[in-house]
């Protein structure tokens, strides 16, 4: 393993924490600071959302394509972009990445590193909701990947995100590796286990719908990896 990949996981490893800090820790301090009205606890979480992941993906996109996300991932090798090796490695990085931000949320708000979340989230709608969120994130990168203006992909990105938690059913997760990592958190942002695989395969056919319209639309494809969340 080289130094420049070892450089790469760790800006994984390290921007994946930091968001599942982000999600985890915002949602906790957004249900304690506005704890009698849940639409004040979704626009505090989403605000942090959508200011924090851009700066996430400013500090390591340069060195990791700031991906945070197995999809994204994914989507990135199949697209020519990036080594299947890399997103091999990449993957369960960010899986292990998401799981220590969530523990390190608990410990910051003096709540057990780990508490199994009992939020049942899956319903039909919410599953419907993480095909359309996934799909949409994954057509903001690319699109921004293959028109050459990944200079916008960080505040793309967030704002995105940001008007994801409120236009789509689920809040819009979105990420296989911060659903995993939500388990462990039995506060506003968590998920609970059974519910998860459920949010986990929409986000996979997410991630496929997306793409599919991105190669029609823009069936020409820059040299540039993707970089984000």
Wanted: one cysteine or more; glycine letters at 8%; charged letters at 10%.
């Amino acid at each position: 393993m080289t130094t420049a990949l070892l450089r790469r996981l760790s800006a994984e490893l390290l921007g994946s924490i930091l968001l599942a800090a982000l999600v985890v820790g915002s949602g906790i301090a957004a249900q304690r600071l506005s704890p009698t009205d849940t639409g004040l606890q979704l626009l505090e979480n989403a605000l942090a959302t959508a200011l924090g992941l851009p700066v996430l993906i400013i500090i390591f996109g340069p060195v990791s394509g700031a991906h945070f996300n197995p999809v994204v991932s994914l989507a990135d090798s199949v697209s020519g972009l990036r080594s299947w090796r890399d997103t091999a490695l990449y993957i369960p990085t960010q899986i292990v990445g998401c799981i220590l931000g969530a523990m390190l949320a608990n410990l910051m708000f003096g709540d057990p590193a780990v508490s199994i979340s009992s939020n049942d989230r899956l319903t039909p709608p919410h599953f419907l909701a993480e095909i359309v969120a996934t799909a949409g994130l994954i057509l903001v990168i690319f699109v921004l990947a293959r028109t050459d203006r990944t200079n916008l992909t960080p505040v793309a990105v967030g704002a995105y995100i940001g008007a994801a938690y409120f236009f789509t059913s689920s809040a819009s997760f979105a990420n296989p590796a911060i659903t995993i990592g939500r388990i462990f958190s039995d506060t506003f942002a968590g998920i609970a286990p059974t519910s998860a695989p459920g949010f986990i395969i929409a986000q996979l056919i997410g991630a496929a719908v997306g793409f599919l319209i991105l190669r029609w639309l823009y069936p020409r494809s820059s040299n540039r990896s993707s970089s984000t969340v």
